[in-house]
């Protein structure tokens, strides 16, 4: 159980009496969606699209294969990963293990990414290789050296098989797989602060209080199913997340967007033709390492 100052009692008991914490796992909106309607798109990512039931799949394949690999419910994960399909991916398999990740910014460096890992004490690395931090293996070295529960490594873009985000993504099966996410009162991930005054500070959030800023948020800027968001500032971001973001969107069974500057007009095609009618398009201004 990872350690946090809870929410007082007298204040739980009243969101929950007034409905706003519906003690359900932040991968609900995902679930529900999925047994709803699985073939509507949930990601546009460039040119590929992932329907609701294959990031259904796709998550329980990873989660399953981490928790091959030994992990567990109460460990912490350190996640960097541009706006791509698989950050999404990569949130849902760990919200259903109970692994609780902070996600990084693109833009960090090593300097924010030790601070983060000194925190944590993660038992789990996922990141990219075209990140210059990950280009070669000498920061990982560093890093596990330094941090020892640093057992498990993938990257998007490596060779080898056994760190491979891709593959572990793709194979295995994933049918049998049980989710057993923490608790909806406990830690479901950290987000970080803005960093105005140094190292951005990690801020735990649990499944009750983020999934109600989900649902209100998107009850209150109408999102629907046909709802078709482009995501251009960093996906982890609070406002792209929640406000009423990716998350607000999957909740409501629309469909999410990315790409890079020389994508996006691609992305703009998907996602309007993937709307049988008038879709809603937020978009906002462009800050990734796609």
Known sequence: MIEFTRWPDDLAARYRGQGYWID??????????????????????????????????????????????????????????????EFYLVFFALLKLGVAPVNALFSHKQMELRAYAEQLRPALLIASRAHPAFADDVFLAQMQAAYPELRTVLFMGDDAPSSSLELALAQGDGAAFRPDPSAPDEVAFFQLSGGSTGTPKLIPRTHNDYDYSIRASAEICGVTAQTRFLCCLPAAHNFVMSSPGALGVFHAGGLRGSGGLARSGAVFRGCSGAARDDGRIGSACRHSLD
């Open 24 to 85: 359900a796992p932040l991968t609900r909106g995902l679930t529900e969606q999925t047994a709803q309607r699985p073939d509507a798109p949930a990601i546009q990512c460039g040119v590929r699209s992932f329907s609701y039931a294959e990031v259904e799949r796709r998550s329980d394949i990873l989660a399953a294969n981490l928790r091959a690999r030994g992990l567990k419910k109460g460990d912490t994960a350190l996640v960097q990963l541009p706006n791509v399909a």
